[in-house]
């Protein structure tokens, strides 16, 4: 008697990520772009919609890792496809989006402004400056739209929002990060 519920393409799910884009656009009216961490599209999807429903002008820019961006990786190809799910500081935004997905491809191929991905090491960066400028604790997938613009991947020209989404990152990883003892490579791994 269970229902199944999917992680992000599903319309409640995507209605319900749309909240977060009304709520941004209640807080800051004139924003000229809004950074949403990007994996199976639920988040940006819905961002996107009520973002841009609200003010059409607004970029939206998906910001993932390098390291296994199943989206882009669709995207670039025009259709749903699988991609090999490599050791990332963002894990959460690892996974597929799913071949058979039916909605979030679309909406992301449609209302996305862009793509961006970062490399271990930018993501690192967003970690570490969002510790020390801000004293928040942030996972990699959190990070990414700090590290993207840390690493002048994203050019701003007015106000602009980073979604700073979840904490679940390993306390110890996250010390090593701050204090730089590792590679990127190596904390991924």
Do not use: W
């Amino acid at each position: 008697g269970l229902v199944m519920l999917p992680p992000f393409d599903h319309p409640d799910i995507v209605a319900g990520q749309g909240t977060l884009g009304l709520e941004i656009m209640e807080q800051v009216p004139d924003a000229a772009c809004v950074l949403v961490p990007l994996s199976g599209g639920g988040l940006a999807a819905g961002v996107a919609a009520a973002v841009k429903g609200v003010s059409p002008g607004t970029k939206v820019i998906g910001i993932s890792m390098a390291r296994g961006a199943a989206m882009k990786a669709s995207l670039d190809a025009g259709r749903p496809v699988q991609v090999e799910e490599l050791p990332t500081l963002a894990d959460s935004l690892g996974g597929g989006i799913g071949l058979d997905n039916q909605l979030t491809f679309a909406m992301c191929r449609d209302l996305l402004d862009d793509v961006v991905l970062l490399a271990e090491d930018e993501i690192a960066a967003g970690i570490r400056h969002v510790y020390e400028e801000e004293r928040e604790i942030v996972e990699g997938a959190g990070a990414v739209g700090i590290g993207a613009l840390l690493a002048g991947k994203v050019k701003v020209s007015g106000p602009t929002v980073l979604i700073l989404s979840g904490r679940n990152i390993d306390m110890s990883l996250h010390r090593r990060i701050v204090c730089g003892e590792s590679s990127a490579t190596e904390r991924a791994a």
